[in-house]
């Protein structure tokens, strides 16, 4: 099983543009995050999806969107990429909230730098 | 919303000591409390988990104890090793709400 899986590994953009990151896992997880790890700050949830086709805004949400169309799928969208996005992308999956199947596994983390 | 605190956000510890970090959490919905490791350039992974229905659980050398009245929750590490040398984050969740809350971490670094 390849687990959790982000696309691209890392990336550069100019300042205005917009990119897609791809999150992929192969586990039937219901629930999926994207997360942004920043030092000093931890890791702060952007968006979440609780299943198919439903999304919910996390701590920091503004500058980005989200879409699950498929279970496996949760995918992060920057429209006008900023240089404050430069970051350390997490996305991560779990299977319920319930006991067993409440670990989340995380992606290898995609890097982002905005110039 | 959920806000969990951690501290401390680094920590030194000579090989053999223990560490100990410690989080809070504002939310009383909350039922699940994890704690994840992550290496230098690596993803975080879970360590250990408490449940709001257990006030402590054991693995080898590690421990997480449970406080729901007071909402803190706190990772001890016994007789550090080198390879405990990472960062810790604490994280909170409820079914409530069906996300994962993580404090800001702790770097902990383990001086032979």
């Known amino acids: 099983n390849a687990g959790v899986t982000q696309t691209p590994k890392f990336r550069v953009l100019k300042t205005g543009q917009s990119m897609t990151l791809l999150c992929a896992q192969d586990m039937n997880h219901e629930y999926m995050y994207w997360y942004r790890q920043d030092p000093g700050m931890g890791l702060r949830l952007i968006h979440y999806s609780v299943g198919e086709g439903t999304t919910a805004k996390g701590e920091v949400p503004d500058g980005y969107n989200v879409s699950r169309l498929k279970k496996q799928n949760f995918l992060l969208g920057l429209e006008s990429a900023a240089p404050s996005q430069t970051s350390v992308y997490f996305c991560a999956s779990s299977y319920s909230m319930w006991d067993p199947g409440t670990e989340a596994f995380f992606g290898q983390g995609t890097r982002l730098t905005v110039v | 919303g959920e806000n969990v605190e951690q501290h401390p956000s680094t920590l030194s510890v000579q090989e053999g000591d223990s560490a100990v970090i410690k989080c809070t959490y504002s939310d009383s919905a909350s039922n699940y409390f994890p704690w994840y490791k992550q290496e230098l350039g690596k993803r975080p992974q879970l360590i250990i988990d408490?449940?709001?229905?257990?006030g402590e659980k054991k693995d080898q050398r590690i421990a997480v104890t449970l406080n729901k009245t007071a909402k803190h929750f706190s990772l001890h590490i016994t007789e550090t090793q080198p390879e405990d040398s990472a960062v810790y984050f604490c994280?909170?969740?409820?079914?409530?709400?069906?996300?994962?809350?993580f404090g800001s971490g702790t770097q902990v670094v383990v001086t032979p």
């Open positions: 408490i449940r709001s229905n257990v």
């Open positions: 994280a909170a969740s409820a079914v409530s709400w069906g996300k994962l809350q």
